[in-house]
C-alpha cells in the first residue's frame, strides 16, 4: 500500500529505498520503449487520418529524446523538492526524495502502455486518470517523507505540480519547435 | 477624521453580487458553445444562437461582467482601506456600478442582435464604446480620488496595479475604437489593413496584459496578505515586478501575428518582449508563494487560501505558456488550434476566476459580518473547480498539437493533406472531455453562487471606519506594508490586520 510505502521511506528504510530506487531506471525507460513498439507497428495517430510512420532513425530518436526527457524530469523534480524543502521547513535526504518521486510517477509510467496504440485521444484518456492518481500520490505521500504537517504539504506539493505543469508544457513546446526545424512528423514549415 | 465616517462597502457587495450573476451566465454560454462544436444543430436555426454570435457574448460577458464587476469590486474595497478614507464620490460610484451593468446587458443583448465591429474583445459597436468610456471615467474619478484624499503617504502596491489598470486600458479602448459610424449599430475603423491588425492586437493583448493580468495582480497583492495574514513576502519586488511588467507587456502585441503581412521585425519584436517578460510574472509567483507559504496552518480552515495557491500555480503555468508560444518555431503549430483556447482557460479559468473566487469567499463573509454559510460547499468547489481546469486543458492540448500537425501535413505533391472538416471531424473526443471539463467548472461556480448569495442573503454590509493610523505610518515612506494598517515587521513589510 501506497501509506506504508511512504512510511517506510520516511523511517529511512534502506532496504525499500534501495527497492524502490532500482525501479526508477525501468519506470523512466518505460514509455520510450512503448512509444517505440507503438509507433513501429501502429504509427501515430492523429483522429481518424491515416497513421504516421517514422523510419528508424526517426522512431530512435524520439524515443531517446523522450526517455532524456523523462530523466531530466525525474532528476530536476528532485532537486527541486530537495531546494524547496528549505522553504517550507521540510526534512528528507535526496534518496528519500527520489524514491518518493518514483512511488509517484508509478501510475503515469505504467499508463505510459496506452503508447503501445498511439492513439493521441486514447493516450489523453488513459493518462488522465493517471495522472489524478499520480497527484494523489503527491499530496499524500509528501508531508509523510518530508515530515511536515499536511497542510504544508499541501502548499509544496502545487509548487511541485506547478513546475511539472510548466515541464510538461516545456516539452510540448520543444516537440513544436523540433517537428518545425524537421526532427518527428514532416511538417510543411 | 469623525467617527460617524464609515467605507463605502454596500456598492463592493452589489457588484460581487453582479459579478457572480455574469460568471454563472458567461460560462453557461460557454458551456453552450462547447456543446455546439460538437453536435452544431443546438442552434436550432437561430440566428442568435449560432456560435459567431454566442462566441463574443461569452468572451465579452466573462470578461467585462464577470471580470470588470470584479476587478471594480475588489479595487472599490482595497483602495479604501489602503488609503484610510471612504471612498471618494461614493454616488458616483453607484453610477459606476449599475451604469456597467446596463452597458454589459444591453451591450451582449447587441452582440446576439448581429452588430459588431468584428474586433475581437472590441466587438461592441461605437454608442457602447462611448458609454464605456464615459463610465470608465467615472471610476477613474471616484478611485484616483479616493487615493488623492488618502490618509496615508503610501501608495499601496495594489493601488498601482488598479491605477495601471484604469489608465491602460482606457488608452487602449479609445485608440483601438476610433471608427467612422455610418448608422447606429455599424462604423468603419479608421485604421486599415496591417496597421488596423497592429493596433487590434496591441489592444487585444494588452486587455490581457492590463486587465486579465495587472488587474487581478491588483487583487492578489491586497488580498493574498490579508487572507494570508503575512506580510508581502519582498515589497521591494513587487514594486520592481509592477514597472517591469508595465514597460514590457506594452510591446507584446505582434506575437499574435506571427506570419502575418505585418514586418518581420515586428514579429520579432513582439516575440522578444513576450520572452522577457517571463522574468516580472514570475517574480510576482515566486513573491505570492513565498508569502503563502509562511500561513500554511490556514489552510485547513481557510478554503479562500487554496484557491489562492492552485490561482498561483496557474498563473505560473500560463505566463510560461504564453511567452513559449510566441516563439515563432513553436507558435506556427500552434497558432489557430485550440492549443491557444486551452492557454487562454489556463489563465482565465485557473488564474482569474480562481483568483477572484478566493477573493470572494475572503470578503464576502467580512463585509457581511457573518460566517460564510457553507465551507463544505467551498471544499467541493474548490475540487470541481481543479477538475474542471485541469480536463479543459488537458483535452485542448491533445486537440490542439494533433490540428498543429494536421494543418501543416502535405502530401508528396505538397498539397495539404487534411481538409478544414477532416480535421474538425476527428476534434469531437477532445470537445467532449472540453465540455465535461466545462460543466464540472460550472457547477462549481453556481455552487460558489449558492454559497455566497445565502451567505449575503438577508444582511447589510458591516458599517466599518477607518481605523486610527499611527503618524509614522501616516507620513512614512519606509513601510509600505504598513498601509494594510498595522505594525510593520523587522526588516520587510507588516503584518496585516
Keep these: 500500500m501506497p501509506g506504508t510505502v511512504f512510511q517506510e521511506i520516511a523511517e529511512g528504510d534502506e532496504l525499500a529505498i534501495h527497492a524502490i530506487h532500482r525501479l526508477t531506471f525501468l519506470l523512466i525507460i518505460l514509455p520510450p520503449v512503448f512509444a517505440w513498439v507503438g509507433s513501429t507497428v501502429f504509427g501515430w495517430r492523429l483522429g481518424s487520418a491515416d497513421p504516421m510512420y517514422f523510419d528508424t532513425t526517426g522512431r530512435i530518436i524520439i524515443s531517446f529524446f523522450y526517455a532524456i526527457a ?23 535526504d535526496l534518496e528519500a526524495i527520489g524514491a518518493m518521486i518514483t512511488v509517484v510517477v508509478a501510475p503515469l509510467s505504467i499508463a505510459s502502455i496506452a503508447h503501445l496504440y498511439p492513439q493521441v485521444f486514447i493516450n489523453v484518456l488513459v ?26 504539504g499541501m502548499l509544496m506539493s502545487s509548487s511541485i505540480v506547478a513546475w511539472l505543469l510548466v515541464a510538461f508544457v516545456s516539452l510540448l513546446g520543444i516537440s513544436a519547435g523540433l517537428w518545425t526545424y524537421g526532427i518527428g512528423p514532416s511538417v510543411g514549415v | 477624521m469623525t467617527n460617524r465616517e464609515v467605507y463605502h462597502d454596500g456598492v463592493v457587495k452589489r457588484l460581487v453580487q453582479f459579478s457572480i450573476i455574469w460568471a454563472v451566465l458567461g460560462m453557461l454560454v460557454g458551456v453552450w458553445l462547447a456543446a455546439e462544436l460538437i453536435w452544431p444543430g443546438l442552434d436550432f436555426g437561430q440566428f442568435w444562437l449560432s456560435f459567431g454570435r454566442l462566441r463574443p457574448l461569452h468572451t465579452n460577458g466573462i470578461i467585462f461582467g464577470f471580470g470588470v464587476s470584479a476587478l471594480m469590486a475588489t479595487a472599490f474595497y482595497s483602495v479604501q482601506r489602503t488609503s484610510n478614507v471612504p471612498l471618494y464620490m461614493p454616488r458616483l460610484a453607484w453610477i459606476v456600478c449599475y451604469g456597467w451593468q446596463v452597458v454589459v446587458l444591453t451591450g451582449g443583448l447587441s452582440l446576439l442582435a448581429g452588430w459588431t465591429s468584428s474586433k475581437e474583445y472590441a466587438e461592441l459597436e461605437w454608442p457602447f464604446d462611448i458609454a464605456i468610456t464615459i463610465i470608465w471615467v467615472c471610476f477613474a474619478v471616484v478611485f484616483f480620488g479616493t487615493i488623492a484624499t488618502r490618509r496615508i503617504q503610501n501608495i499601496y502596491v495594489s493601488n498601482w496595479f488598479y ?11 479609445i485608440v483601438n475604437n476610433l471608427a467612422i459610424p455610418v448608422s447606429i449599430n455599424k462604423s468603419y475603423s479608421i485604421y486599415a489593413g496591417a496597421q488596423d491588425a497592429i493596433v487590434q492586437w496591441w489592444y487585444g ?10 488587474g487581478f495582480l ?7 496578505p490579508k487572507q494570508a ?17 508595465t514597460y514590457t507587456y506594452i510591446w507584446a502585441g505582434p506575437h499574435h501575428l506571427h506570419y502575418n503581412s505585418i514586418p518581420e521585425w515586428v ?38 487560501l487554496k484557491f489562492i495557491v492552485l490561482a498561483l500555480a496557474f498563473y505560473g503555468l500560463a505566463t510560461f505558456e504564453g511567452p513559449m508560444m510566441a516563439i515563432r518555431s513553436v507558435n506556427v503549430v500552434s497558432h489557430f488550434t485550440d492549443w491557444t483556447i486551452g492557454h487562454v482557460h489556463s489563465g482565465a479559468l485557473g488564474w482569474n476566476a480562481m483568483i477572484t473566487y478566493g477573493t470572494f469567499y475572503f470578503m464576502v463573509p467580512r463585509m457581511m459580518g457573518t460566517e460564510l454559510y457553507s465551507i463544505r460547499l467551498a471544499n467541493i468547489h474548490f475540487w470541481l473547480a481543479l477538475a474542471g481546469t485541469m480536463l479543459y486543458i488537458i483535452s485542448m492540448w491533445g486537440a490542439g498539437v494533433s490540428q498543429g500537425l494536421f494543418w501543416l501535413s502535405i502530401d508528396e505533391i505538397g498539397e495539404l ?15 467532449g472531455l472540453r465540455l465535461l471539463g466545462g460543466l464540472v467548472f460550472l457547477t462549481g461556480t453556481i455552487l460558489m453562487a449558492y454559497n455566497l448569495l445565502r451567505t449575503m442573503y438577508g444582511r447589510n454590509t458591516v458599517q466599518v471606519s477607518p481605523p486610527e493610523v499611527l503618524d509614522e505610518i501616516r507620513g512614512t515612506a519606509h513601510n509600505p506594508n504598513a498601509v494594510m494598517g498595522v505594525e510593520p515587521a523587522a526588516g520587510k513589510g507588516g503584518v496585516p490586520a
Excluded: C
Excluded at chain 1, 131 to 152: F, Q
Excluded at chain 2, 167 to 173: D, E, F, Q
Excluded at chain 2, 205 to 211: E, I, M, R, T
Design chain 2, 205 to 214: 493583448h494588452n486587455a490581457v496584459g492590463f486587465l486579465l493580468t495587472g
Design chain 2, 163 to 173: 491605477g495601471g489598470l484604469i489608465i491602460v486600458i482606457a488608452m487602449l479602448h
Design chain 2, 229 to 245: 495574514n503575512q506580510p508581502i513576502w519582498s515589497y521591494r519586488l513587487s514594486v520592481v515586478s509592477f514597472w517591469a511588467f
Design chain 2, 417 to 431: 493533406s487534411y481538409s478544414f472538416t477532416d480535421v474538425m471531424a476527428s476534434m469531437v473526443p477532445y470537445y
Design chain 2, 267 to 304: 514579429q520579432s519584436l513582439g516575440m522578444v518582449m513576450s520572452l522577457i517578460l517571463l522574468a516580472p510574472s514570475w517574480a510576482t509567483m515566486i513573491n505570492g508563494i513565498m508569502t503563502v507559504s509562511k500561513a500554511w496552518r490556514k489552510l485547513t480552515v481557510d478554503p479562500a
Design chain 1, 127 to 152: 493518462m488522465i486518470p493517471a495522472v489524478i492518481w499520480s497527484m494523489n500520490l503527491l499530496y499524500r505521500g509528501l508531508p509523510v517523507v518530508m515530515h511536515i504537517p499536511p497542510e504544508r
Design chain 2, 218 to 224: 491588483g487583487m492578489l497583492y491586497y488580498f493574498l
Design chain 1, 70 to 92: 523523462l530523466a531530466f524530469g525525474y532528476i530536476s523534480t528532485v532537486l527541486l523538492a530537495s531546494w524547496m524543502a528549505l522553504t517550507y521547513g521540510a526534512k528528507a
